[in-house]
């Protein structure tokens, strides 16, 4: 095997799944079962990934995403969101932790940066845990260890949709004021553009793989179809689920405001456990029933348009907020 100053990967594993449930779970079978060092590539559909420590509702917007069918998932390390589709580039190192490997992103930067260099481009990185290209940011880098071993991925934007990528992280943030770590969202700019031999994706992923092989002599393989299904387990108990992806967001305070033909209406409440609590519905409307009725309805329901509309589904709206629906109302809540 190659020598080289700062490790030595074994295997690659060649991961075509672009399902974004599958490879964070995946991620974390790998981190809790490899017995030896392994670095990864792979793709996402349209997907928002949160940061374990970010309040989700804060961070993404809900609407947006849901009508343009981004997944919305929560990964193992720290950190701010991140928009991926299949023009961004992921990639993992897993590895035993030992030494200073942990919060060392030159080290596990190292490789993407060299692998640039062949193309001419000269990036660098940058404050904590990013990398620029021309000033601007084109990777972002984060890390967990569980166990014996420690993980390091980042999102390399090679031809990501920028437009998409700015409305699906764009969160008014005078409605939810939560209590995680905060995106910060800066200048970036795709790969792509840069290259000058242009090249799709797909390419610029079977040279980086090409590189690594070359790199560390290192063993090729699949998933094999033990490890596909303990992963997709992991994918359906975990990941696909609202408890993981939102609710275990940090505790958030929600509130907003609409004027209707109906009267002025306002919402606000907190959230615990990706449920409501502590809700008010006030303003200057008119209804046959205490609005306290209303409210109590909605104490403990899941923090979406679907549960809320569920929660109400049997519920006359209009006799506590006379000239509203159940649909004027869910549009107040998300």
């Known amino acids: 095997m190659t020598a080289y100053p700062f490790f030595e990967i074994m295997i690659i594993i060649i991961n075509e799944n672009h399902n974004p449930a599958f490879n964070l779970a995946a991620e974390e079978y790998l981190i809790k079962n490899a017995k030896e060092s392994i670095f990864m590539l792979w793709r996402n559909s349209p997907a928002v990934i949160v940061g374990v420590n970010q309040s989700t509702p804060a961070e993404i917007s809900r609407e947006y ?3 343009n069918g981004i997944s919305v998932i929560r990964r193992l390390t720290g950190g701010g969101a991140v928009y991926h589709d299949l ?4 990639y993992t190192y897993i590895e035993k932790n030992e030494g200073d490997k942990f919060a060392n992103y030159k080290r596990f930067t190292k490789d993407i940066i060299d692998y640039l260099a062949t193309f001419g481009l000269k990036a660098e990185l940058s404050g904590r845990n990013d990398v620029l290209l021309f000033g601007k940011k084109i990777m972002g880098n984060a890390q967990c260890v569980k166990g014996d071993n420690i993980m390091h991925h980042g999102c390399i934007l ?3 949709d920028l437009t998409v990528l700015q409305k699906a992280l764009k969160v008014d943030k005078a409605k939810i004021s939560g209590k995680g770590i905060k995106s910060v969202s800066g200048r970036v700019t795709n790969i792509a553009e840069h290259i000058k031999d242009k090249m799709p994706v797909e390419t610029f992923i079977k040279g980086l793989e090409t590189f690594m092989i070359k790199r560390y002599n290192c063993k090729v393989r699949e998933f094999k179809s033990a490890e596909i299904a303990a992963i997709n387990e992991l994918k359906s108990n975990k990941y696909s689920t609202f408890s993981w992806n939102y609710g275990t967001s940090p505790e958030y305070t929600y509130h907003n405001k609409e004027k209707f033909p109906f009267g002025i ?15 008010k519905i006030h303003g200057d409307f008119f209804g046959s029933m205490p609005i306290e009725l209303l409210e109590e309805k909605l104490i403990g329901v899941e923090h979406s348009g679907e549960k809320i509309n569920a929660a109400l589904k049997e519920t006359d709206v209009d006799l506590f907020i006379k000239g509203c629906s159940i649909s004027d109302l869910i549009k107040l809540f998300v």
């Open 65 to 67: 995403c849901e009508k």
């Open 265 to 279: 209406v306002n919402v606000a409440f907190n959230v615990k456990n990706g449920c409501i609590c502590d809700i």
């Open 87 to 90: 023009g961004n580039v992921n």
């Open 158 to 160: 090679y031809s990501t």
